[in-house]
């Protein structure tokens, strides 16, 4: 089938690589002209495991093209839209702006039949309010959420652990036919309405976050009393009506989704005169971002009251390994916050290192691992990257650090094996 995809972000350019990869003809576009450049030569404009070798295998069969002219979307039957709708400047809302404008710009180029299938997370309502206009030109419109992770993309896109599509009877099918390969092996194929769709896709995210912040505040009480979360959260985990993925405690959430897809939740639930339904989201976020603060307070407490001047190795950048990805960073806001205190702080990460430079131009960065470590008075591990977790031998850091502080920000390090070595380790919600 003949597919577009509008907006090739770390969501649309695997799903148009995935999608080419199952057989389909795809163009993807995007405004951004450097991103298509690299794509259309082949290249992921940035950190995705597995996607590199899709994209060069997709181009070179000839499937999959990209361009930055939207009129290339004529003559597909199936129109995705996967364009950011990011946190508004001014307030907690997702701002549809980039949304309205693929779907506008697309009106003049779609024959009656086509479908417009919408990806974006968007707000509940987004897709009535869109339907008429994509109906006046003949086509018709389904929100067909996405539930991908960074780092899993690839894998996800191809195999989800569900597919869900709000809309009519008829559109419904074509996507199935689309979804084919996922369709084959039973996955669960949802068809509801515009609102559930929508509010299906936030309800998860809503969920996930909620998780992570129940055991952070799990380990808020921990550490006034002395357990230890990481044990509390594999007991609770065996009961596999809680189970234990998603307990992970530590600096908390970040990424270019769960953050301000509860808060623009949380706004469109007030909007609607039902804030006070999700009122606990406020809660859940509020949490989150105090365990970044806690972070930097075990770090002035390791150094014995002050960090100022203080050389601090900061392990990660990215919001969680295996992505590139610095959005609402817990990683990065821990560091600032640590240069704000007059920290010489040094970060690295092996992938969002370029990302991070650009947007925080007044850290100071090491190339690898080792080169941070070097002559830090105190270390901090912020993204559990494999080479910061289990790579990395006390006893290799004690060789290149100053210091034999160590703060684990992600609860990732052996607590044990890092204190018989001489470390003061300092863990989130551990004795
Ligand atoms: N990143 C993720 O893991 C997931 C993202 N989502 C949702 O997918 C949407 C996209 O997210 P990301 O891919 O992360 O964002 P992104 O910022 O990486 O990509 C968005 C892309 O859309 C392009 N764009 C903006 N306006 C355009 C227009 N009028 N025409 C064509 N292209 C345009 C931008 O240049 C950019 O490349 C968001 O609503 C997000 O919440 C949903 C599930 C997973
Ligand atoms: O809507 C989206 O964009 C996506 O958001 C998340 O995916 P992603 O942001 O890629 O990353 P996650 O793996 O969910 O991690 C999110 C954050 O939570 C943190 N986290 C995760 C798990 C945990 O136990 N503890 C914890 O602090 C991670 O470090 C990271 O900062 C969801 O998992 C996806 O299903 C969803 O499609």
Redesign the pocket.
Known sequence: MKLSV???????AVHAAAMASIGHEVVG????ER?IEALAAGKAPFFEPGLDELLAEGVASGRLRFSSD?ADAAGAAVHFI????PQTKDGDAADLR?VN??VE?LLPHLAPGDIVAG????PVGTAARLAEAVESVGAELVWN??????GW?VEDTVSPDRIVVGGGARAADVLREVYHTAVATETPFIVTNYATAELVKVAANAFLATKISFINAMAEIAEVTGADVTQLADAIGHDNRIGRRFLGAGIGFGG??LPK?IRAFSARAEELGRGESVSFLREVDAINLRRRERAVQLVVDGLGGSVHRKRVAVLGAAFKPHSDDIRDSPALDVATRLHGLGADVVVTDPAALENARRVHPQLDYAADRDEALRGADAVVVVTEWDEYRRQLSPEHAAGLAAGRVVVDGRNCLDADTWRAAGWTYLGMGRP
């Open positions: 509008i907006g090739c972000g770390y969501l649309g576009i995007d405004v951004d991103k939207l996967a364009v950011g709708t980039f404008a693929a710009g990806k974006s997370t968007v959420p996405e539930f991908l992770r960074e993309a270019g989704c897809d």
